[in-house]
């Protein structure tokens, strides 16, 4: 198993590829959100492992007029990946500008079920092509993403079974699936098969484990007894120090350690 820490959300009072060296020198991979406009030469120069990046900029994958844009820009996002070496691709049911919903749904339909499916196992077969996998990643709608369609962690999942495409994954994001449906250990366990990578955060204030409601020891001592061998990345704020919230996440997941020194 590896962990890894999301650039976006922690040391942010440095510039981005020092955050990025400090993550990898700390020990973890690293995950990065959108990469336009970042400088790619000098993120592969830290020598950190990129675990995943943003894998569309423009379109809903749910949404029949949009979902093509989603596919395309994925496509142009494909020798970014592949030039930082990140393997998993992250897209949303919805497309987000500034994490709120560009075109806020509150009803699902059957037509959008199937463009979901449909679009997720174009990805699938795009990535394959490429060497990369994209993950859907569940949102929560109460708090952070209104107006996200098909966000719930059961819906991503759904819709990746029904992909069932193998380079069409889970980004299981069991902060946003706290705050919307709970149940987090039986949840880790039915989705297991469709992970391509965890991601996590504590409930309230989405900081590192142990600051808030999630008993993410438990949980993670579900995931090994599961024998998930995959990513989870911290995509969570400090609550106070940077170095502190890492070394947090690390304990949180330490049951790995301790199987496989
Ligand atoms: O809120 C999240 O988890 C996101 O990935 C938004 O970019």
Redesign the pocket.
């Known amino acids: 198993m590896r962990l890894a820490v999301c650039a976006e959300m922690v040391f942010t009072d440095l510039p981005f590829v020092e955050r990025v060296k400090r993550i990898h020198e700390a020990g973890f991979d690293v995950e990065i ?1 959108d990469s336009r406009g970042k400088d790619l030469q000098a993120l592969k120069a830290t020598g950190a492992v990129f675990s995943s990046m ?1 894998g569309y900029s423009a379109g809903s994958l749910v949404d029949p007029d949009t979902a093509d844009d989603v596919v395309r820009t994925a496509e142009a996002l494909i020798p970014t990946a592949l030039e930082l070496g990140v393997s998993r691709m ?1 897209v ?1 049911p919805g497309e ?1 500008v500034d ?1 709120r919903a560009a075109r806020p749904v509150y009803r699902s339909t059957g037509r959008m079920w199937a463009t979901g499916a449909r679009t997720l196992e174009r990805l699938g077969r795009l990535g394959e092509r490429h060497g990369v996998t994209f993950c859907l ?1 569940n ?1 929560n709608t109460i708090l ?2 209104p107006g996200i369609p098909l966000a719930r962690a059961k819906d991503t999942l759904a819709l990746v079974e029904a992909a069932a495409h193998p380079h069409a994954r889970m ?1 299981l ?1 069991l ?2 699936a706290q705050l919307g449906e709970g149940n987090l250990i039986e949840l880790v366990r039915s989705a297991l098969p469709y992970i391509g990578e965890i ?1 996590v955060a504590d409930v309230p204030g989405r900081c590192e484990p142990g600051t808030g409601e999630i008993n993410y020891g438990a949980v993670a001592r579900a995931l090994a007894d599961a024998g998930y061998e995959g990513t989870v990345g911290m ?1 969570a704020w400090a609550k106070d120090d940077s170095t502190a919230a890492l070394d947090a996440f690390r304990a949180a997941f330490s049951v790995y350690a301790e199987e496989k020194p």
């Open positions: 959100w943003t992250v949303h987000l994490g990643e949102l952070d993403h980004m994001d902060y946003h991601q995509e």
